[in-house]
């Protein structure tokens, strides 16, 4: 905790301030390692006395630094095998977590791409939620993913009528938070659009030192993500198909089957597949395809991290994270990490690969490297920990309240006094004159 020990450390005369707060960390759900998992690992090592607080979590998919931590889960975790359809579980996600007990704690760090920001914490206790969205299936994504409701029309039905009840309860929820943080400037934007609340920058943290530019590139694109509608795997898929090309896939998710039958003799589908055998594609990749738009992206900075440049959509995090071309323009060694596709299609795909292929001798990894570097977990750890100092230096300051002398007491108590008799008087003399 040495990053942020500063934060405690204050001068004992400061007697209105708690000397060593009791931290809690909410996460939504913690059932396996992605992007957002990875960010609870670092704040559990910046907060190490920190308890954590989830919806669901399976202890089986914790990380070691997660695991030196007291966790507590809600009622729904308890539901037999509940992990396998959490999801439909999303109007009693409000109040389960409105159920977990957070009044022990001084200071609640709420971590949210799903819900976690809605518990109920104390009124003289500091709530600070790092937001990499408003929940985007509720939000700007609603509608595509109210197409692929499951079920049918009951099922569509379902789900709008649950999304008009969470989007009023995100709002209600969004108030009870003291400071916001985004993971991106593309996400700050959207917590003032849906919240209207302003949200501070720290971009997430990725731990380069896992990350080597690889000795050999061999001849395949790659997609690292869960495989989910909103990702837009299937642009992939079918511009490789179009292009010839050989893609590989790594994750898992409720469109493999979907992804699979539409998949080209050149597209191989690995599965959820381990750190190291990521990192190990990651090297010796063409390129990383990232179709979708996320709100920033960690695959494209480790892609980058190994040296290899990323063929993203222009819109979103990407256009902060990556330095892309679009096509037609002329890629510099020394200024561009990526290629860029404007339009969400295939053909708008096909072009951006075909434009790589043209100039990809230009692309240098140390370069590309070099600009990922800017995201390293050293640097999250020194900009969250001042944001969360500085906010909670300025919250209690606002709880502290002057003390008022006796004196101060007894002149504003003859001021009312005197003001009564003269209303009084002023009373008497009107009746008189009636």
Not at 8 to 19: A, E, G, I, K, V
Not at 266 to 276: A, H, P, R, Y
Request: positive net charge; hydrophobic residues 40%.
């Amino acid at each position: 905790m040495n990053q942020v020990n500063y934060i405690w450390n204050r001068d004992s005369s400061s007697h209105t301030l708690p000397r060593n707060p009791r931290v809690a960390l909410v996460h939504y759900w913690y059932l396996r390692r992605r992007g957002g998992e990875r960010v609870l690992d670092v704040m559990a090592e910046m907060f190490p006395q920190a308890d954590i607080f989830t919806i669901f979590h399976s202890p089986v998919a914790l990380s070691e630094s997660v695991k030196r931590h007291k966790i507590s889960s809600s009622f729904l975790n308890r539901l037999p095998g509940v992990h396998r359809y959490y999801k439909m579980l999303m109007p009693l996600f409000p109040m389960a977590l409105e159920q977990l007990s957070l009044k022990d704690y001084d200071l609640v760090i709420s971590h949210e791409a799903g819900p976690s920001k809605g518990v109920l914490t104390r009124s003289d206790a500091c709530h600070i939620c790092y937001c990499h969205s408003p929940m985007r299936y509720l939000w700007d994504m609603y509608q595509e993913y109210l197409a692929t409701a499951p079920l049918g029309a009951v099922g569509k039905a379902f789900y709008a009528l649950s999304c008009h009840y969470m989007r009023a309860w995100d709002c209600a929820a969004a108030a009870r938070v003291d400071h916001f943080a985004a993971s991106s400037h593309n996400s700050a934007r959207r917590i003032r659009k849906y919240y209207g609340r302003d949200a501070q920058v720290v971009y997430p943290p990725v731990n380069t030192n896992d990350f080597s530019i690889g000795d050999v590139q061999e001849d395949f694109y790659l997609v690292v993500s869960p495989l989910v509608q909103y990702k837009r795997i299937d642009l992939a898929i079918r511009a490789c198909n179009q292009l010839h090309a050989r893609l590989i896939v790594i994750g898992a998710g409720e469109q493999s089957a979907a992804l699979r039958k539409i998949a080209g003799p050149t597209v191989s589908f690995l599965g959820f597949q381990s750190d190291q055998v990521v990192r190990s594609h990651y090297c010796r990749c063409k390129a990383l395809l990232f179709p979708g738009e996320e709100d920033i992206g960690l695959t494209p900075i480790e892609a980058q991290a190994c040296g290899r440049p990323v063929i993203a959509y222009a819109r979103g995090g990407a256009l902060e994270s990556v330095l892309g071309i679009f096509p037609g323009e002329l890629a510099s060694g020394d200024a561009h990490t990526g290629v860029f596709f404007e339009q969400q299609s295939v053909e708008s795909l096909v072009d951006a690969i075909r434009s790589f292929e043209s100039m990809k001798q230009f692309f240098s990894p140390p370069v590309i490297r070099a600009h990922a570097l800017q995201f390293d977990q050293a640097h999250f750890k020194r900009n969250f920990a001042q944001f969360v100092a500085a906010k909670w230096q300025a919250f209690n300051s606002n709880l502290a309240t002057p003390s008022v002398s006796r004196s101060h007491n007894h002149n504003a108590y003859e001021t009312v006094r005197v003001s009564h008799q003269s209303k009084e008087r002023s009373r008497e003399k009107s009746l008189f004159l009636l």
